[in-house]
């Protein structure tokens, strides 16, 4: 019952918790999906990737090219890592990932999510959703906390007037206009059911 609820409690309660006894019995191990997903989206990469070694030689390998890439034990431990997460949660884990804050803040991470979102995630029906979403918080962000993107090299043009950005622009509005065209109709029948309660 409630997952978001729990996936809320891991995040504010149990992420940002430093008893260590806590930590022992909540991880992203837990049997519960929604106490993963709160790890997904809260943790920072040096500590959901814990136990692997990325010192200064190592970079997040391409799951689109894995069978042309000869991989480092690092790389092949974090890819081992990556699967054993989808394969438990599906797209679950790579759209917790893209919520996460902390995996905006380098050019590296953020290229590792756009690979995932592609490469990684389900679509069966073609929605390309988890792309999608990716593109919407990149969005977010360019706008919100552009200092996430310092370490970038925008060219010719910033990238808003970019055909990239445009489109990234259209599916943040997109997003948004779903979301409150729902707000409207819950808006639209929560007056009318009052206002048939006042008629009788």
């Known amino acids: 019952y409630f997952p978001n609820l729990r996936e809320q409690i891991t995040r504010y309660l ?21 106490v993963r997903k709160g790890f997904y989206s809260s943790l920072q990469p040096y500590e959901l990737f814990e136990g692997i070694s990325r010192n200064h030689d190592f970079y997040y390998p391409s799951f689109r090219y894995l ?3 000869e991989l480092s034990e690092p790389q092949k431990q974090f890819v081992d890592f990556c699967k054993r997460c989808f394969e438990r949660d599906k797209n679950d884990f790579v759209e917790s990932l893209i919520w996460n804050e902390n995996f905006w803040k380098t050019k590296e991470d953020r290229k590792f999510l756009n690979d995932i ?8 029906h073609s929605s390309m959703d988890v792309p999608n979403l990716y593109n919407a918080r990149r969005q977010y ?6 200092s996430f993107f310092k370490d970038d090299e925008f060219v010719d043009s910033p990238y ?5 950005g445009k489109l990234s622009k259209l599916q943040a509005l997109e997003l948004r206009i779903r979301y409150q ?3 409207i109709w819950l808006l639209v029948i929560v007056v009318g059911v009052m206002a048939y309660l006042n008629i009788n």
């Open 160 to 164: 808003e007037d970019t055909v990239d």
């Open 67 to 69: 069978d042309e890439t």
């Open 117 to 124: 979102a592609w490469s990684l995630a389900d679509d069966p």
């Open 141 to 146: 962000h360019l706008e919100h906390n552009p």
């Open 181 to 183: 065209g729902g707000l």
């Open 14 to 34: 149990i992420v940002h918790n430093h008893r260590s006894e806590v930590k022992e019995k909540y991880s992203i191990e837990h049997d519960d999906s929604s």
